[in-house]
């Protein structure tokens, strides 16, 4: 007989060295669709737990990969691209979706943490501008 193991959602922990905090920029906010996160961010933070294919798949510019992200507020998740950038850094497209159920403004600073046992990327509102 199979047993269901319940993974609880994992709160923001503050003291994670690999939180993302973001505070979000015009072009983050408004009418935008994406969310910029800066290359040493992501490769510092999230790939530690990806698989070197995952990772060796968003080494190129366009490279994009399917990401979970998890509103830990609304506890609604919604799939997103993520794509490297001619720069090097990282968008989320597909973050007009959130902008649409949330008010976040520009300034508002946002926590990212990995969720191991979801397999997933969560976040929250952690200061308001």
Known sequence: MARTVECRDKPFDPNNQLNILITLKESDTGSSVTIT??????EANLFPWWSKYRCAALSRHNAVQFVD????????TTTHTLRRERDGNFKFCGWGSILAKRSFKTGDIIGFWWDKYHDRLNFELLMVA
Request: aromatic share 14%.
């Open 69 to 76: 992200l998890f509103d830990y507020d609304s506890k609604i």
């Open 37 to 42: 996160m800066p290359k040493e961010l992501v």
